[in-house]
């Protein structure tokens, strides 16, 4: 009984998400374009450097406020491939989320080879359609 309850609680759970996000999508402009201001690919950088965000044809604004042509930034980090795009982004370790409206942020990162990429969302965390995606760029962090 018990495993049926927990199969028919994860379809309804499924289901409404699915619902939520179809109901939250958000198109992006024509030439809407994010981008990372630096650091610059190929970059040698400290453990801990900031992260300077740029956006082109759309403007920012916090998480929760639906306007128009907006979204909010989300800092991936390490990632191999992409989140799912029609579903809030979860936060994680490599899925930042900047829900604040900020256009930067300081990170600190273990030495090594680290990808980054931003990646617009709309007022509920969940990407635009089609998404606005920055190129991937590849920072080392000095052994200090």
Known sequence: MNRIFLLFFIAVAMSWSTAFAEGHLSEFPPGAKVYIISPKD??????TFTVR????????APAGVKVPNTGHHHLLIDLEGLPDMEK???FSENVRHFGGGQTETE???????????????????IPHKPPVLSEKITVTVKDQ
Do not use: C, Q, S, W
């Not at 190929?42 to 453990?47: L, R, T």
């Open 107 to 125: 990170i600190t990162l273990a030495p090594g080879k680290h990808t980054l990429r931003l990646l617009l969302g709309n007022y509920v965390h």
């Open 53 to 60: 965000f740029g956006l082109v044809n759309m403007g920012v």
């Open 42 to 47: 190929g970059e040698v950088v400290d453990k």
């Open 88 to 90: 809030p982004l979860v």
